[in-house]
DNA sequence: CAACTAATCATCCTGCACTA
DNA sequence: TAGTGCAGGATGATTAGTTG
């Protein structure tokens, strides 16, 4: 790019005699204000070709700038990931190659459970997993933090697992279990609930989440073996009535009747507590004021 | 037996409390 | 303040159960 000149159209020789006085003449006085317009004239013209030069040296500079830029940003990047040493990889393909190898027949090393994390023991296996799957060869590229997150990770199950097998924690581990099953009960419910809403229906349904829903409790009433039905005490009647409907349009639909469990009885409200995390927004039309 | 739903299990993740 | 332990929960794969 080159600058825009500054183009003065200045005679190049003088009108009449130069040097007199202003006051002397008119002509004079114009002379020596031609004289200085042109002077300005010639001093712009070089400020500007100055400032082109410039401007062509910084254009010049500025791929390399952008690039050792955009070089550094990207390293940024990567270490503000890797600086906070990562507690979990959310890379499921390392999660994936940890716990192979960890379970792997032939591995002799793997993690004590009823000791802690920073055991010498888990240490060791830790640091054993670590080398072996960055020696890998289509693995080289991960860097360590990745392989040992994923490692903590995959010990915190192992973990897991063991505690829930200890004696004194049975009944604990049985609460766990059913509170997962009651779960997945009420997220199939919402999801199926979901699948028969109207139009109009969509404003008040938009926020209804699982902890919304009834819970299912196995029962039998005359023999016949279903669920009980609890609904959340927190639950509007405005929300309370829509589910009603969604259900029994549900049930109005044969296949879904001669699939699903039956549905025998209302029982007392659920002892379930309001969900803590609810947004005012979402309880809108959804809770009951307490 | 095929087509489903429901349950179970292993795993991974989030978020919080605690502490060295 | 980073790391650890832990509870709660989401997800996906697999298995069990049911029904036409």
Same mark, same amino acid.
């Given at each position: 790019?080159?600058?825009?000149?500054?183009? $003065?159209?200045?005679?190049?020789?003088?009108?009449?005699?130069? @040097?007199?006085?202003? /006051?002397?003449?008119?002509?004079?006085?114009?002379?020596?204000?031609?004289?200085?317009?042109?002077?300005?004239?010639?001093?712009?013209?070089?400020?500007?070709?100055?400032?082109?030069?410039? $401007?062509?040296?910084?254009?010049?500079? =500025?791929?390399?700038?952008?690039?050792?830029?955009?070089?550094?940003?990207?390293?940024?990047?990567?270490?503000?990931?890797? /600086?906070?040493?990562?507690?979990?990889?959310?890379?499921?393909?390392?999660?994936?190659?940890?716990?192979? =190898?960890?379970?792997?027949?032939?591995?002799?090393?793997?993690?004590?459970?009823?000791?802690?994390?920073?055991?010498?023991?888990?240490?060791?296996?830790?640091?054993?997993?670590?080398?072996?799957?960055?020696?890998?060869? @289509?693995?080289?590229?991960?860097?360590?933090?990745?392989?040992?997150?994923?490692?903590?990770?995959?010990?915190?199950?192992?973990?897991?697992? $063991?505690?829930?097998?200890?004696?004194?924690?049975?009944?604990?581990?049985?609460?766990?279990?059913?509170?997962?099953?009651?779960?997945?009960?009420?997220?199939?419910?919402?999801?199926?609930?979901?699948?028969?809403?109207?139009?109009?229906?969509?404003?008040?349904?938009? /926020?209804?989440?699982?902890? =919304?829903?009834?819970?299912?409790?196995?029962?039998?009433?005359?023999?016949?073996?279903?669920?009980?039905?609890?609904?959340?005490? $927190?639950?509007?009647?405005?929300?309370?009535?829509?589910?009603?409907?969604?259900?029994?349009?549900?049930?109005?639909?044969?296949?879904?009747?001669?699939?699903?469990?039956?549905?025998?009885?209302?029982?007392?409200?659920?002892?379930?507590?309001?969900?803590?995390?609810?947004?005012?927004?979402?309880?809108?039309?959804?809770?009951?004021?307490?």
């Amino acid at each position: 790019m080159t600058g825009r000149r500054l183009a $003065f159209n200045y005679p190049s020789t003088p009108l009449h005699g130069r @040097d007199r006085p202003l /006051s002397a003449s008119p002509q004079t006085g114009e002379k020596k204000l031609l004289n200085a317009i042109s002077g300005l004239s010639r001093r712009l013209t070089l400020l500007a070709a100055d400032v082109n030069k410039q $401007f062509t040296v910084v254009n010049s500079r =500025l791929p390399s700038i952008e690039d050792r830029l955009a070089a550094l940003e990207s390293k940024n990047c990567v270490e503000e990931t890797n /600086s906070k040493k990562r507690r979990r990889v959310n890379n499921p393909k390392i999660a994936e190659v940890v716990r192979r =190898l960890h379970n792997s027949e032939t591995n002799c090393r793997r993690y004590k459970p009823e000791q802690g994390q920073t055991s010498p023991h888990n240490e060791a296996v830790t640091s054993y997993l670590l080398g072996a799957i960055s020696a890998s060869p @289509d693995l080289h590229d991960v860097d360590n933090d990745t392989i040992v997150s994923a490692c903590k990770t995959y010990y915190e199950t192992v973990r897991k697992n $063991f505690k829930y097998k200890q004696p004194d924690l049975a009944s604990r581990a049985e609460a766990v279990k059913s509170s997962a099953r009651s779960r997945s009960r009420r997220k199939r419910l919402l999801e199926a609930r979901q699948s028969v809403l109207a139009e109009d229906e969509v404003d008040l349904w938009k /926020s209804a989440s699982v902890d =919304l829903m009834s819970d299912e409790e196995d029962g039998i009433v005359d023999g016949v073996s279903g669920w009980i039905v609890r609904p959340p005490s $927190f639950r509007s009647q405005e929300l309370t009535e829509l589910c009603a409907k969604l259900q029994s349009r549900l049930e109005a639909i044969p296949k879904y009747r001669a699939t699903h469990h039956r549905r025998l009885q209302n029982g007392p409200n659920s002892d379930r507590r309001p969900p803590v995390t609810y947004s005012s927004e979402a309880a809108n039309g959804h809770l009951t004021v307490l």
